[in-house]
Protein backbone atom coordinates (compact mmCIF):
# COMPACT_ATOMS: atom_id res chain seq x y z
CA UNK A 1 0.00 0.00 0.00
CA UNK A 2 2.94 2.10 1.13
CA UNK A 3 4.67 1.89 -2.54
CA UNK A 4 0.94 2.65 -4.19
CA UNK A 5 0.89 5.89 -2.47
CA UNK A 6 4.45 6.89 -3.07
CA UNK A 7 3.92 6.45 -6.68
CA UNK A 8 0.86 8.90 -6.86
CA UNK A 9 2.80 11.26 -4.75
CA UNK A 10 5.64 10.85 -7.04
CA UNK A 11 3.21 11.27 -10.31
CA UNK A 12 1.53 13.85 -8.66
CA UNK A 13 4.99 15.66 -7.80
CA UNK A 14 6.32 15.04 -11.76
CA UNK A 15 3.13 16.52 -12.81
CA UNK A 16 3.23 20.08 -10.54
CA UNK A 17 6.81 20.36 -11.72
CA UNK A 18 6.32 20.16 -15.85
CA UNK A 19 3.41 22.77 -14.62
CA UNK A 20 5.66 25.54 -13.37
CA UNK A 21 8.08 24.91 -16.32
CA UNK A 22 5.40 25.66 -18.32
CA UNK A 23 6.81 29.04 -20.96
CA UNK A 24 3.83 30.81 -21.53
CA UNK A 25 1.40 30.78 -18.01
CA UNK A 26 -2.12 31.61 -18.07
CA UNK A 27 -1.40 35.06 -16.38
CA UNK A 28 0.91 36.28 -19.17
CA UNK A 29 -1.54 35.08 -21.46
CA UNK A 30 -4.68 37.08 -20.08
CA UNK A 31 -2.28 40.09 -20.02
CA UNK A 32 -1.85 39.44 -23.42
CA UNK A 33 -4.97 39.11 -24.67
CA UNK A 34 -6.55 42.21 -22.54
CA UNK A 35 -3.81 44.35 -23.91
CA UNK A 36 -4.94 43.59 -27.68
CA UNK A 37 -8.59 44.00 -26.97
CA UNK A 38 -7.64 47.51 -25.22
CA UNK A 39 -6.19 48.39 -29.00
CA UNK A 40 -8.48 50.31 -30.81
CA UNK A 41 -9.59 47.92 -33.83
CA UNK A 42 -8.42 49.38 -37.25
CA UNK A 43 -10.99 49.27 -40.02
CA UNK A 44 -9.44 48.82 -43.67
CA UNK A 45 -10.31 51.38 -46.16
CA UNK A 46 -12.97 50.90 -48.53
CA UNK A 47 -11.34 50.06 -51.88
CA UNK A 48 -12.38 51.99 -55.07
CA UNK A 49 -14.52 49.56 -57.59
CA UNK A 50 -13.46 49.96 -61.16
CA UNK A 51 -16.12 48.70 -64.31
CA UNK A 52 -15.17 48.00 -67.74
CA UNK A 53 -16.61 45.92 -70.68
CA UNK A 54 -14.59 43.01 -71.81
CA UNK A 55 -17.07 39.89 -72.57
CA UNK A 56 -19.50 41.36 -69.96
CA UNK A 57 -19.55 43.91 -67.52
CA UNK A 58 -15.94 43.26 -65.47
CA UNK A 59 -15.54 44.27 -61.84
CA UNK A 60 -12.56 44.46 -59.48
CA UNK A 61 -11.38 46.68 -56.75
CA UNK A 62 -8.25 48.50 -56.34
CA UNK A 63 -7.05 45.94 -53.90
CA UNK A 64 -7.78 43.22 -55.66
CA UNK A 65 -9.92 41.64 -52.91
CA UNK A 66 -13.19 41.45 -55.60
CA UNK A 67 -13.06 40.77 -58.84
CA UNK A 68 -16.78 40.34 -60.65
CA UNK A 69 -18.71 39.75 -64.29
CA UNK A 70 -21.64 39.59 -65.52
CA UNK A 71 -22.63 38.68 -68.81
CA UNK A 72 -25.73 37.31 -70.92
CA UNK A 73 -25.95 34.76 -73.61
CA UNK A 74 -29.02 34.55 -76.29
CA UNK A 75 -29.29 31.06 -78.45
CA UNK A 76 -31.59 31.44 -81.43
CA UNK A 77 -32.56 29.82 -84.45
CA UNK A 78 -34.03 31.34 -87.83
CA UNK A 79 -34.81 29.72 -90.93
CA UNK A 80 -35.23 31.52 -94.47
CA UNK A 81 -37.27 29.95 -97.24
CA UNK A 82 -37.18 31.23 -100.80
CA UNK A 83 -40.78 32.54 -101.46
CA UNK A 84 -41.53 31.32 -104.72
CA UNK A 85 -45.38 30.33 -104.71
CA UNK A 86 -47.69 31.51 -102.14
CA UNK A 87 -47.93 28.07 -100.61
CA UNK A 88 -44.51 28.16 -99.78
CA UNK A 89 -43.15 28.45 -95.73
CA UNK A 90 -43.11 31.31 -94.26
CA UNK A 91 -39.35 32.79 -92.77
CA UNK A 92 -39.46 31.65 -89.05
CA UNK A 93 -36.91 32.93 -85.99
CA UNK A 94 -37.05 31.26 -82.38
CA UNK A 95 -35.02 32.23 -79.61
CA UNK A 96 -34.84 28.69 -78.10
CA UNK A 97 -32.19 29.83 -74.93
CA UNK A 98 -31.25 33.22 -73.12
CA UNK A 99 -29.39 33.06 -70.17
CA UNK A 100 -27.68 35.83 -67.35
CA UNK A 101 -23.91 34.44 -65.88
CA UNK A 102 -23.05 36.47 -62.79
CA UNK A 103 -19.95 35.31 -61.46
CA UNK A 104 -17.08 37.02 -58.41
CA UNK A 105 -14.31 36.34 -56.09
CA UNK A 106 -14.06 37.41 -52.71
CA UNK A 107 -10.99 37.74 -51.02
CA UNK A 108 -9.47 35.67 -53.54
CA UNK A 109 -10.57 32.47 -51.66
CA UNK A 110 -14.49 32.63 -51.92
CA UNK A 111 -15.79 32.10 -55.27
CA UNK A 112 -19.87 32.41 -56.40
CA UNK A 113 -21.34 31.47 -60.01
CA UNK A 114 -24.61 32.01 -60.63
CA UNK A 115 -26.28 30.70 -63.95
CA UNK A 116 -30.37 31.18 -64.64
CA UNK A 117 -31.28 30.45 -68.11
CA UNK A 118 -34.73 31.08 -69.91
CA UNK A 119 -35.84 28.19 -72.42
CA UNK A 120 -39.10 27.91 -74.05
CA UNK A 121 -39.67 24.50 -72.00
CA UNK A 122 -39.15 26.38 -69.06
CA UNK A 123 -36.47 27.82 -66.67
CA UNK A 124 -33.81 26.47 -64.30
CA UNK A 125 -31.09 27.99 -62.13
Avoid: H, N
Avoid at 54 to 70: A, N, P, Y
Avoid at 102 to 124: K, L, Y
Wanted: proline share 6%; glycine share 10%.
Amino acid sequence: MRSRVRGVFAALLLCAATAAAEPDPLESRVERLERSSAEPEKKPEPGEIGFWFDRGLRMESRDGGFTGRIGAYVITQSAAYPRLRESDKPDSFAIKETGIEIGARFAGSFEVFISPDFRTAGSRL
